[in-house]
C-alpha cells in the first residue's frame, strides 16, 4: 500500500493531485499521537490477545495472518499484490514474492513470505493511521508492537502532511527495485487509468484502457515504464506467481480502484481533522485559518462526490469475490440502494458519495468541521449543476443521494429532512 523508506526522497515531489502540505507536529498538545490510551481495533484486539480474552490460531503456510483477518473483520478478497521493493520489508519482496495488503474501512495489513513481522494500519479517527506489528513466529500470546520510525515515510507530501497511507505508483526494474526516474505516482480515483498500479499486481479486465501493472523490466539497464498489451486484461497470475502461496489467487483491479479511493479519503479527514483541532487549541481562529478551513471542506465534499473522479472510458471487471461482497458490508436504503454498490461502466461507485461517510474518521471530525462538510453536501446537493461546480453530477444522482443518506446515515442535521 505504501512506498517505504528509499522512496520517499521521491514521493516528496511525486506527482501529487493536490498542493504539497507541511508536516503537522504530530506531537502537538491538540494530537498527541503518541500518548495513549488506543482505541482502535489492531489495539483492541492486542489488548485481548494479551490479556487471554481473544487467541489468534497459527498455520504452517501463513502464520498467524488468516486467524488476524478474522479477527480485525477484513475479507480476503480485497486482497492486492506489490511487488515493488518499496517496503520496510524491501530485500524479502520481489515480483515472485510480492507483498499481499488486505483492507477493511479501518485497518490494513501487509504480509511477506518469511518476514518476522505482519504489518499493520488502523485508522483513528483523531490520531489518523497508526501503525503496529504482530510477531510472525509462533507463539502462545503473539505479540503486537508499536515501531518507531514508521512516519519517516507515513507523514509526508503523499500523505497530506499527516500519518497516513497511500497507494503509489512506480516503474521497477525485473527484480523489482524501483527505479524514479521514470517518474512516481501517488494514485486516488481522481488518477487516469494508465498512470496507474506500476509495482503491482493487477488481475481484471478492462478493455482497450492501459495501465502499468504486471510490468517488469527484462533489461536491467531499462526499467519497464510503459505498458504491454501481454500485461494487461490478465484473469491469472500463474505465469508470475504460484497463486497457492497467497490467500487468494488474485490481486483484484476493483479491489486496487478501491483501496486507492479509500486511502486518499483518509488522508484527508486527518489533514482537516488536525487543522482543525491545532486551531483551536492555539486559538489561533484567524481570518486565514477560517479561509484554510472552508478550502479544506472544500476539497473533502469534491472528494466525497467524486466531482474529479477519472471516468472509465470502458467497463471494467474484477475476478475476485470482492465485487459481491463489498457491497454487503454496509447499509441500504429502502428501495436497497447503497453507497457501496459498483458502477464500473463509467465510474467507480454507482452513486457518487463516498461510503467513507459512514466512518468513525468522519463522524468524529472536530464539530465545526464536519457541520460545514453538512452544509456544503446539502448545498450541492440541492443545488444547480450550472452553478455549483459539480456540474458532472447529475439530477438523478443528487436527488438519489439525498434519499440514501436521509435513509441510512445517523447523525445529519435536522435541516436535511430524513425518515
Not at 22 to 35: F, K
Not at 45 to 73: I, K, M, P, R, W
Not at 238 to 245: E, G, K, L, S, W
Not at 298 to 324: K, N
Amino acid at each position: 500500500m505504501t512506498l517505504g523508506v528509499a522512496a520517499c526522497a521521491a514521493v516528496a515531489t511525486a506527482q501529487l493531485d493536490q498542493p504539497y502540505r507541511e508536516n503537522l507536529p504530530a506531537n502537538h498538545a491538540a494530537i498527541a499521537y503518541d500518548s495513549g490510551p488506543f482505541g482502535d481495533p489492531v489495539a483492541r484486539l492486542a489488548e485481548a490477545v494479551a490479556s487471554g480474552t481473544a487467541a489468534l490460531d497459527y498455520d504452517d503456510q501463513h502464520g498467524y495472518l488468516a486467524s488476524l483477518l478474522d479477527q480485525l473483520d477484513i475479507r480476503v478478497d480485497s486482497q492486492v499484490l506489490v511487488f515493488s521493493k518499496t517496503s520496510l520489508q524491501a530485500p524479502l519482496i520481489s515480483p515472485r514474492t510480492p507483498r499481499s495488503i488486505y483492507f477493511s474501512d479501518a485497518v490494513a495489513v501487509g504480509f511477506v513470505r518469511g518476514s518476522p513481522v505482519i504489518e499493520l494500519a488502523a485508522f483513528d479517527p483523531r490520531r489518523g493511521a497508526v501503525f503496529y506489528t504482530l510477531d510472525s513466529a509462533h507463539a502462545g500470546r503473539p505479540r503486537f508492537a508499536r515501531p518507531a520510525g514508521c512516519l519517516q515515510c507515513h507523514q509526508a507530501a503523499a500523505t497530506l502532511g499527516v500519518p497516513g497511507p497511500y497507494v503509489g505508483s512506480v516503474s521497477t526494474s525485473a527484480t523489482g527495485r524501483p527505479d524514479f526516474r521514470l517518474g512516481t505516482v501517488v494514485t486516488d480515483h481522481r488518477t487516469p487509468f494508465e498512470e496507474r498500479w506500476g509495482g503491482w499486481y493487477v488481475t481484471g479486465t478492462h478493455g482497450a484502457q492501459q495501465h502499468r501493472g504486471n510490468a517488469l523490466g527484462r533489461d536491467p539497464t531499462t526499467p519497464a515504464g510503459l505498458v504491454s498489451a501481454a500485461d494487461q486484461n490478465l484473469t491469472s497470475l500463474t505465469r508470475f506467481v504460484d497463486p497457492n502461496d497467497f490467500l487468494a489467487p488474485t490481486s483484484d483491479l476493483v479491489a486496487l480502484m478501491t483501496l486507492e479511493h479509500q486511502t486518499h479519503m483518509i488522508n484527508l479527514f486527518t489533514r482537516v481533522g488536525w487543522e482543525a483541532r491545532i486551531a483551536e487549541h492555539d486559538v489561533l481562529l484567524t481570518p486565514a485559518e477560517t479561509a484554510e478551513r472552508r478550502s479544506g471542506v472544500e476539497e473533502i465534499v469534491r472528494y466525497l462526490l467524486f466531482a474529479d473522479e477519472a471516468p472509465l472510458r470502458e467497463p471494467i471487471a474484477g475476478v475476485s469475490t470482492f465485487t459481491e461482497t463489498f457491497p454487503t458490508r454496509g447499509p441500504r436504503d429502502g428501495r436497497g440502494r447503497s453507497l457501496r454498490d459498483f458502477d464500473l461502466e463509467t465510474r467507480l461507485f454507482r452513486y457518487p458519495l463516498s461510503y467513507m461517510i459512514y466512518s468513525d474518521l468522519f463522524d468524529r471530525l472536530p464539530n465545526p468541521v464536519r457541520a460545514a462538510v453538512y452544509e456544503r453536501l446539502f448545498e450541492v446537493l440541492t443545488g444547480n449543476a450550472a452553478t455549483d461546480r459539480f456540474d458532472r453530477l447529475s439530477v438523478e444522482d443528487r436527488h438519489a443521494l439525498l434519499e440514501i443518506l436521509r435513509e441510512t446515515k445517523d447523525g445529519l442535521p435536522d435541516y436535511w429532512g430524513g425518515a
